[in-house]
């Protein structure tokens, strides 16, 4: 029996979990695995794709959006 995500054994291992439709794994890899399909794919965009120039441009852009949206709260609060 071997874990569907490292291949290492799972057989005398702690934490060991069955995933439907795949077979055994270990419980520590399901959750990494889990995790980095979340963190590929945000909102049908897989970043992993884009090359590092979008990806800046994208955090820029984030960054200014979230400025942005903080000092309009600030500016709310204070007036
Ligand atoms: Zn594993």
């Known amino acids: 029996m071997r874990c569907v995500y490292c291949e290492g054994p799972v057989v005398g291992h702690e934490d060991v979990m069955v995933v439907s439709g795949l077979g055994p794994s270990h419980k520590r890899c399901y959750e990494q695995e889990q995790h980095k399909e979340d963190w590929m794919e945000f909102e049908g965009i897989v970043l992993e794709s884009w ?29």
């Open 51 to 79: 090359d590092n120039e979008r990806l800046l441009e994208l955090k820029e852009r984030v960054l200014i959006e979230l400025n942005s949206r903080f000092y309009k709260t600030q500016a709310i609060e204070l007036f």
